[in-house]
């Protein structure tokens, strides 16, 4: 979906990084919603993103910002009176909740890797035989392989 003049004469107000905002003023903020709208739309990875909407790095970081501070619900509760632009923040709204979803998944699944190698780490070093013992171990057990005489 690309956003129709109307519509985003109803967004642009209501939007981060327009002139006379404090902070970092966006530098198209139509072609960042465009960008997103066809992100979500399409389901397609953010390196997919088409050159004619910007470095997809970019789109991505902002679109994780505004992601985070919940702007996507907030827009969506304010434009319910076009029926087509609520279905398209709807979907951004799900994208961006599923990403959200998939961050602390990774972020568990890391938690729970540390947790897993330090208690293997800590299992070998109280399995490992100290010091001197290891190497007379090792003696032993050449000795034991080797012929008589």
Do not use: C
């Amino acid at each position: 979906m690309k956003l129709k003049d109307e519509q985003w004469e109803k967004l642009e107000p209501m939007l981060r990084g327009k002139e006379g905002d404090a902070g970092a003023r966006g530098r198209d903020n139509r072609l960042f919603i465009d960008a997103v709208l066809w992100i979500s739309g399409s389901r397609r990875l953010w390196r997919d993103l088409p050159l004619r909407f910007g470095k997809w790095n970019t789109a991505y970081m902002r679109f994780m910002r505004w992601n985070q501070s919940n702007l996507w619900h907030r827009l969506a509760e304010n434009i319910k009176d076009d029926p087509r632009l609520q279905a398209a923040f709807d979907n951004i709204v799900d994208y961006g909740d599923e990403w959200t979803l998939r961050i602390k998944q990774r972020a568990s699944r890391r938690v729970s890797r540390e947790a897993y190698d330090a208690a293997a780490k800590q299992a070998s070093v109280e399995a490992a035989p100290a010091g001197d013992d290891s190497t007379l171990h090792w003696l032993s057990l050449v000795n034991q392989t080797l012929p008589p005489g």
